[in-house]
């Protein structure tokens, strides 16, 4: 059985920097699969912050974060991370790592239901 683990969140100020991480077991990087980051503010819908898919190097990230976030990856240790610099209180959220067995066309990295395994979110509080 998979299973997502995320870790990192915090207390930050306006600024910052965090590093959150998502240990994944029961899966090992091999074939097709999609990784990818998502938060929910409070009051909001859950939203696709970065992916990457198997069988390429590049990441994809959502216009509010990008030059901000970085999501990779360390195959030996079956983690994924997201690096989040210059962290703004709307960054406020709880981050949670997704994953599925297939490799998602870029349109459907965003729904929500396009994930088949998540982890249990890790709270990231940006104060101004």
């Known amino acids: 059985e998979v299973q997502l683990q995320a870790s990192g969140g915090g207390l930050v100020q306006a600024g910052g920097s965090l590093r959150l991480s998502c240990a994944a077991s029961?899966?090992?990087?091999?074939?097709?699969?999609?990784i990818g980051w998502f938060r929910q503010a409070p009051g909001k819908e859950r939203e696709g912050v970065s992916f990457f898919r198997s069988s390429e190097t590049r990441t994809i990230n959502a216009d509010s974060v990008k030059g901000r976030f970085t999501i990779s990856r360390d195959n030996a240790k079956n983690t994924v991370y997201l690096q989040m610099n210059r962290l703004q209180p709307e960054d406020t959220a709880v981050y949670f790592c997704?994953?599925?067995?297939?490799?998602?066309?870029?349109?459907?990295?965003?729904?929500?239901?396009?994930?088949?395994?998540w982890g249990q979110g890790t709270e990231v509080t940006v104060s101004s």
């Open positions: 997704a994953l599925t067995k297939r490799r998602l066309i870029i349109s459907n990295l965003w729904p929500i239901a396009s994930y088949d395994y």
């Open positions: 029961g899966f090992t990087v091999r074939g097709d699969y999609t």
